[in-house]
Antibody
Framework: EAELLESGGGLVKPGGSLRLSCSAS????????MNWVRQAPGKGLEWVAA????????YYADSVKGRFTISRDNSKNTVFLRMNSLRGEDTAVYFC??????????????WGQGTLVTVSS | DIQMTQSPSTLSASVGDRVTITCRAS??????LAWYQQKPGKAPKLLIY???DLESGVPSRFSGRGSGTEFTLTITSLQPDDFSTYYC?????????FGQGTKVEIK
């Protein structure tokens, strides 16, 4: 069974930076697209970024393009989200999520518990 | 980007009721539609994928239908554990989008 564990959240000032990590276990990490999804307090889910199994193809939501960078280290079964130029509207719980198995299975079948990022002065 | 619109935003129901949530896509997503359940303070849980396939371990009272742009999630005989928020998600493109959510609350 897949397990995902996020870390790295915290309080950061506007304009600051933070790096989130998501450690994975229970599946062949390097063969799956991994994602970050966030949820602002009291709001819905927003997909943030995705990265292919090899790490060669990142995808970003328009709201974070140019400020956030997704990467992965397949030797450590870990996916990262580097967040720069943070704004108040980036305040959210950030979840990492794994896609399903199979060619058309880009839904999210496993999720971490989330890590809270608060951007405030 | 593909926009996903859920209705209603809130649904009041009683234990034993049959409830249906609708999700509409701004363009055809064939059957690339998933449904998630989320409880407060918890991660979302996958219920349905490919519009109508039930995730392993999910009770059979949950079912999904639709294709193209119109989709539904139905819960037959609502149970106390089902009072949650539900989200649809399209995965047709590499720019995933969610509906705004439907909160199912106790009447």
């Amino acid at each position: 069974e897949a397990e995902l564990l996020e870390s790295g959240g915290g309080l950061v000032k506007p304009g600051g930076s933070l790096r989130l990590s998501c450690s994975a276990s229970g599946f062949t990490f390097s063969t799956y697209v991994m994602n970050w999804v966030r949820q602002a307090p009291g709001k819905g889910l927003e997909w943030v970024a995705a990265i292919s199994g090899s790490g060669g193809s990142p995808y970003y939501a328009d709201s974070v393009k140019g400020r956030f960078t997704i990467s992965r280290d397949n030797s450590k079964n870990t996916v990262f989200l580097r967040m720069n130029s943070l704004r108040g509207e980036d305040t959210a719980v950030y979840f990492c999520a794994k896609v399903g198995s199979g060619y058309y299975s880009n839904y999210f079948d496993s999720w971490g518990q989330g890590t809270l990022v608060t951007v405030s002065s | 980007d593909i926009q996903m619109t859920q209705s209603p935003s809130t649904l009041s129901a009683s234990v034993g009721d049959r409830v249906t949530i609708t999700c509409r896509a701004s363009q055809s997503i064939t059957s690339r539609l998933a449904w998630y359940q989320q409880k407060p303070g918890k991660a979302p849980k996958l219920l349905i994928y490919e519009a109508s396939d039930l995730e392993s371990g999910v009770p059979s009272r949950f079912s999904g239908r639709g294709s193209g742009t119109e989709f539904t999630l139905t819960i037959t005989s609502l149970q106390p554990d089902d009072f949650s928020t539900y989200y649809c998600q399209q995965y047709e493109s590499y720019s995933w989008t969610f509906g705004q959510g439907t909160k199912v609350e106790i009447k």
